[in-house]
């Protein structure tokens, strides 16, 4: 039997490993023809056919991101007999008996996973950490990073060995579904994918699991459209007072009672509401005990460079390093910003230069939501300095950069 895989830029060479264990003649395809030498020496040493375009024939299998434009790359002479994504491969060919937990979502993934290892860290749990910044063990409040890979769903299938207690595993459009813990962080926008021949929703979809699914609570009906049961989270953090930039949060958190907390002590505390609330539902599965729950959020430090915040010759900065920046991020940032009433002197300066990140950014929209903030947007090319304008108070960085 022969398999076709298109795209191995997003771990089809996994894929094509797994097919030939199981005595497939494998045919890849590097379709956007820039994948690294690296990954074609690993097809080529594994024994599978590598190519720019499909070979002429018939192929029982054609294996492709969900992401991926099928049909912009199949001639007539390709004859394919069934189509399978590469979420719905990674379901079929993981074998990891470990405790998983698997995160995607539109918004706040990394953020969320960041929590809920350092939660389980201090419940005295081993815990395995993979995210759009790398992976490796979160041990004492650190994430010690030893491997950077991507996000995309087929990174599941070649986690490291390891007694772990949990692996918490952030995932970019979709997932295994056979995770004991799944959670979607939100959808916000159900925004197209594969030259909007699909949408976002029906790839991430593939996550929900027959165990424990985790969902925004406004989206409750929505997943369960999906043919499984879900749990809402949402409504158990409020915050206290006046937020203001620079100056940690009084929150009270909704777990086993009512408990007043002192969170976000240099960062964007406000930024981690919701994965703040998502982790108290999913810990609450868990069984981790409150004190547990209001010591961690207490010493937790944030994301390095996610939000983080920098004062210096009297000017703020808050710097945002993150693969999934776009409209949506960009505004709900400003979004945060004025909530702290932070929006008068500020500069936003944008970075979008990566080749490693696939999604690219929407100027267009980009501008609407610079527009509707009424701050000023300045774009930094190559790392260049540049003249920060007079009269600014604060500069809101954003670097387009990670794994994805």
């Known amino acids: 039997m022969k398999a076709l895989i298109f795209d191995i830029i997003h771990g089809g ?41 499909a070979p002429a024939g018939e192929y029982a299998l054609l294996l492709a991101p969900s992401h991926c434009p ?38 706040g993934k990394t953020s969320l996973c960041y929590m809920l290892a350092h939660i389980l860290d201090k419940a005295g749990k081993k815990v395995f950490l993979h995210t759009s910044r790398g992976q490796g ?33 952030e995932v970019s459009l979709g997932g295994s579904g056979k995770a004991d813990i799944a959670v979607i962080t939100n959808l916000l926008e159900d925004y197209g994918i594969a030259k909007n021949t699909g949408k976002a929703s029906t790839s991430k979809a593939s996550i929900l699991t027959d165990n424990i699914n985790i ?3 406004s989206e409750c009906e929505f997943w369960k459209g999906f043919g499984k049961d879900v749990i809402g989270y949402g409504g158990r953090v409020r915050v206290n007072g006046s937020p203001r930039l620079g100056e940690p949060l009084d929150i009270t958190i909704d777990y086993g009672g009512k408990h007043d907390v002192r969170f ?5 505390g406000l930024e981690y509401i919701h994965a703040i609330d998502a982790a108290l539902t999913i810990c609450e599965q868990m069984s981790i005990p409150k004190d547990v729950m209001i010591s961690a959020l ?26 999934g920046i776009s409209h949506i991020s960009i505004g ?70 990670g794994f994805q």
């Open 70 to 107: 099928v049909d912009m790359f199949l001639r007539d002479d390709v004859i394919v007999d069934k189509r399978v994504t590469f979420h719905q491969a990674v379901g079929e060919f993981i074998d990891d008996k470990r405790f998983r937990i698997e995160v995607t979502g539109v918004k």
């Open 298 to 323: 207490e010493s937790f430090r944030g994301i390095p460079g996610r939000g983080e915040i920098s004062k210096e010759n009297g000017i703020w900065t808050v710097t945002e390093r993150n693969p």
């Open 137 to 169: 063990q979160y041990v004492n409040g650190e994430h010690r990073i030893d491997k950077l890979m991507s996000i995309a769903p087929t990174s599941l299938l070649v986690l490291p060995e390891g007694d772990y207690d949990v692996m918490v595993t």
């Open 264 to 268: 976000g002590e240099g960062f964007l």
């Open 332 to 401: 709900s940032t400003l979004s945060t910003m004025k909530r702290m009433d932070a929006l008068d002197g500020l500069t936003v300066i944008l970075d979008p230069v990566n080749r490693r990140v696939c999604d690219k950014l929407d100027i267009e929209q980009i501008m609407d939501v610079i527009d509707k903030y009424d701050v000023k947007l300045i774009f930094l090319n190559d790392g260049k300095d540049v003249t920060i304008p007079e009269g600014t108070k604060t500069i809101l960085k954003f670097i387009k950069e």
């Open 215 to 217: 969902v925004e609570s």
């Open 13 to 53: 060479d996994y894929i094509a490993k797994k097919l030939m264990d199981r005595g497939y003649d494998v045919y890849c395809v590097d379709v956007y023809r820039y994948a690294k030498q690296e990954i074609k020496d690993r097809i080529i040493e594994m024994g599978a056919n590598l190519s720019e375009e």
